[in-house]
């Protein structure tokens, strides 16, 4: 489970938080020798009651902001208020500094910029979240008290702007209020509401109505004959309001075929900004979310109207197109739309720049049509939220399976060729290029869809990065996955200068992200699905945050440390089965391994072979491995591990005990289980044959060189920015990681709901027979996959890795998760 007590990378923040002038409850993430990281202030949780969050004035980046200002002590005071502010209902542990400075800036004055006439007017109004905090009086912003001045009665224009200040307060996402949304307001109310009254019914100056639609009953379209998207049009919720997509593809390779992405020395971070919506072109129409205005053809020919989106940050991100004849162009604050267009009514289309993020955009945004006409002026708004992005689950159907190329000739390229053909016989492989034989781990799909017409979802694939390393492998995202349809993100906000000096990079790979089908449970919806990573209480993958901020697929952390790779996808996995939930869990359990030749020895097959596969080493026997007191020790290790993740599977998901499947392993130490299954491993990365080294162990440790041991520290180590390793993996002192002697039978793929492609386990055979794979086979069909494919893939087990790990799928996306 994930602590309540706040997470740290031990070893980057043991010193800062040892400072004797920061506070415990404060941690300040920097460093100090690289001018490009991002500083970060580390507040604590909201469930830590009663800890308040540490005095501004003790963080060096706040109080230096704070002096240069024109008002040091009331910007200390306001950076203290939205210290205070940022932690209230906040998921996320670490608030940058940036955040708190430009609150601060918001906070000093009632109006941001109130003496640049260049910047946009907005008020700021307190969180609803501050009970008892009033938005400041109307009177005191001299932008409404000018407007109320020229009314024809300046008194109850004032009364109703204050009204509609508090209105407009509740429900509101954004601390910032746009002056003229209470200009607007203000405008419409000709007798406020007697005192203390908080009616919404007024009548309205204006002969005109602006009106403005979106999907907001998510039917995938807009009602412009009915009223059906005029209910809560104006307040997104997880049952109403529109939902629009990030446009973030590369339609007809468009950024692809450009120079940059052809030289191998341009950073990802430049890479990364390439895409379909890094301007003010429409380059796929076809996934904007619909938006209308209904015409107003009484209006004079001087009527003109604007869209206004929102504040910051959603501003920037957000994206509005007005169709014009067959092209689409683009809307701003500042575009003064025609009173003919008006009077017909407005085509619309909205998209996003970016997706939802941790410590940024949430993905909220409201949508403002203003109409003016003569002394008129008439205001409506629309609420929606950008799609969440969302991992994939088993029971999707596969659209197309992926491996690497192994170019390598000799006898390691054809043994390794020769597995992935193997593989081609379950489903067709597309063999992506690169040397990179980890297709699972850099890179992770996703999705994101929104509500289309007759029922059917528009979707955009995402496909994430996942762990970068030596091979640059990650490049292929950009340079050839995305396309038209398919969008790329970093989860890992490399972008952001998110660097680490030490951190377990193997985390990040897609290999530790995986997730459970749609369940629900204890009051609990997860419509799409929900995710589940690798790692522990001090050490958790630096996508979480990214996956949180999603609000959809909520991740569990299960502990896999124990493991020398640490994937989640090596212990456990969902599949597909007909139990009451549609789904069926399946675990290794060294216990059970261990049963099997016990079992086998009892039987009077103690001397036979544990491995069955022709290798360097003959291996132990049955009754040797059994007399291993390292063996039973990683085994009891291991499976007391193992129990406490079910256990929380069964806490969290409500699954039981007759849908949750057991798999034999054989577990010990990497050293132990390198000994035998690769034994021709060095640490130090050279063909060059040392001394007395058989041919067979030359050959193994070319092997590994060819193929890059999989979670090798050397070999997957988390890049800077530009791609270029910048720094080694430490791993925790007393850390001894466990390995599978054999190929790890969680490892696979389901390709169907009756369809699994699984590693050969090369166990002991017993009168001809694998029992391992025959446990396997009876073990899945038992589920309900009811045709298993073995492949011999023990070339990849020799590096560390099996089907799974040397695969990646796009799965189905039409699936509702609203």
């Not at 017409?453 to 496909?463: E, F, N, Q, T």
């Amino acid at each position: 489970m994930l602590p309540k007590a706040p997470i740290a990378l031990a070893t980057v923040y043991a010193a800062l938080a040892s400072a004797a002038t920061i506070d415990k409850s404060l941690i300040v993430r920097q460093q100090a020798d690289n001018p490009a990281s991002r500083n970060e202030v580390y507040l604590p949780l909201p469930g830590d009651v009663g800890t308040p969050p540490p005095d501004m004035a003790t963080i060096s980046q706040i109080k230096e902001y704070c002096d240069t200002s024109s008002s040091p002590e009331a910007c200390m005071e306001s950076a203290n208020i939205c210290a205070q502010r940022l932690l209230t209902n906040r998921r996320e542990r670490l608030i940058p500094v940036h955040r708190i400075q430009a609150c601060a800036k918001r906070n000093q004055a009632t109006a941001l910029d109130i003496n640049n006439p260049a910047s946009r007017n907005e008020v700021y109004l307190p969180l609803p979240g501050e009970v008892g905090t009033p938005p400041p009086d109307m009177a005191t912003i001299s932008q409404i008290k000018q407007h109320c001045d020229a009314s024809s009665s300046p008194e109850a224009c004032m009364e109703s702007a204050n009204i509609c200040a508090k209105r407009l307060l509740t429900n509101r996402r954004e601390r910032l209020i746009p002056v003229h949304r209470i200009q607007a307001c203000a405008d419409r109310i000709q007798k406020p509401p007697s005192a203390g009254e908080a009616s919404t019914s007024s009548s309205v100056s204006a002969a005109f109505k602006a009106d403005i639609r979106v999907d907001t009953n998510r039917d995938g379209v807009v009602d412009v004959t009915g009223s059906s998207d005029e209910e809560g049009k104006n307040e997104w919720t997880n049952a109403s309001g529109a939902i629009f997509l990030a446009n973030i593809g590369d339609s007809n390779g468009r950024c692809k075929q450009t120079s940059a992405f052809q030289s191998p020395d341009t950073p990802l971070s430049q890479l990364i900004k390439c895409h379909d919506a890094d301007d003010d072109e429409q380059r796929a129409p076809q996934f904007m979310a619909p938006m209308r205005t209904m015409p107003l053809p009484d209006l004079s020919n001087n009527a003109t109207g604007s869209l206004v989106i929102g504040v910051e940050p959603a501003r920037s991100q957000v994206r509005i197109f007005q169709s014009k004849g067959d092209k689409w162009q683009i809307v701003k604050d500042d575009t003064v739309i025609s009173a003919e267009d008006l009077k017909q009514g407005l085509t619309l289309g909205v998209d996003a720049r970016s997706t939802r993020l941790p410590n940024g955009w949430d993905g909220h945004v409201s949508v403002d049509f203003i109409v003016k006409d003569g002394g008129s002026t008439s205001f409506d708004s629309v609420a929606l939220r950008v799609a969440p992005v969302m991992i994939h689950h088993h029971k999707q159907a596969v659209n197309k399976l992926f491996s690497s190329t192994v170019r390598r000739a000799g006898e390691v390229g054809e043994a390794a060729n020769k597995a992935l053909d193997s593989l081609e016989t379950s489903m067709p492989l597309e063999r992506l290029p690169t040397p990179d034989v980890w297709a699972q781990d850099f890179f992770e799909p996703g999705y994101m869809s929104m509500p289309g017409p007759d029922g059917k979802p528009i979707s955009l694939r995402i496909v994430l990065e996942g762990r970068r390393g030596k091979r640059d492998s990650q490049r292929l995202i950009y340079t050839q996955l995305r396309d038209t349809g398919v969008g790329a993100a970093d989860p890992i906000l490399r972008t952001r200068g998110y660097k680490e000096t030490v951190i377990q990079a193997t985390l990040q790979a897609g290999g530790n992200t995986e997730s459970i089908p749609p369940y629900e449970f204890d009051g609990k919806k997860f419509p799409a699905g929900r995710i589940i990573l690798g790692g522990d209480d001090t050490d958790l993958p630096r996508q979480l945050e990214f996956y949180r901020a999603q609000e959809v697929q909520d991740p569990l952390v299960l502990d896999s440390m124990w493991l020398y790779v640490k994937h989640v996808d090596e212990m456990i996995q969902f599949v597909p089965s007909q139990t009451p939930q549609g789904f069926a869990m399946v675990a290794v359990d060294p216990e059970l391994g261990l049963e099997k030749l016990r079992e086998a020895s009892k039987a009077g097959h103690g001397s036979e072979p544990v491995f069955s596969k022709t290798k360097v080493s003959s291996g132990p026997s049955i009754d040797e491995f059994l007399a291993s007191k390292a063996n039973i020790d990683a085994t009891a290790d291991v499976g007391r591990r193992m129990n406490a993740n079910i256990d929380l599977i069964k806490k969290e998901t409500g699954l039981a005990d007759d849908a949750i499947f057991r798999m034999p392993m054989l577990v010990g130490l990497r050293d132990d289980v390198d000994a035998i299954v690769r034994p021709g491993k060095q640490r130090r990365r050279s063909i060059t044959r040392r001394q007395n080294q058989t041919e067979a162990e030359a050959l193994d440790q070319e092997l590994l060189v060819v193929l890059g041991i999989h979670g090798d520290e050397e070999n997957d180590v988390l890049a800077a920015d530009d791609g270029k390793v910048d720094f080694q993996l430490e791993r925790r002192a007393g850390d001894t990681p466990h390995m599978s002697y054999l190929p790890s039978l969680v490892n696979g793929v389901p390709l169907s709901d009756s369809h699994y492609m699984a590693p050969k386990p090369f166990g002991p055979e017993i009168n001809g027979e694998d029992i391992f794979e025959t446990a396997a086979k009876n073990l899945y069909q038992k589920v309900g996959l009811s045709r298993v494919d073995f492949h011999d893939t023990w070339v990849f087990h020799q590096a560390v890795g099996d089907v799974h790990c040397m695969t990646n799928t796009y799965r189905d996306t039409s699936d509702k998760w609203w």
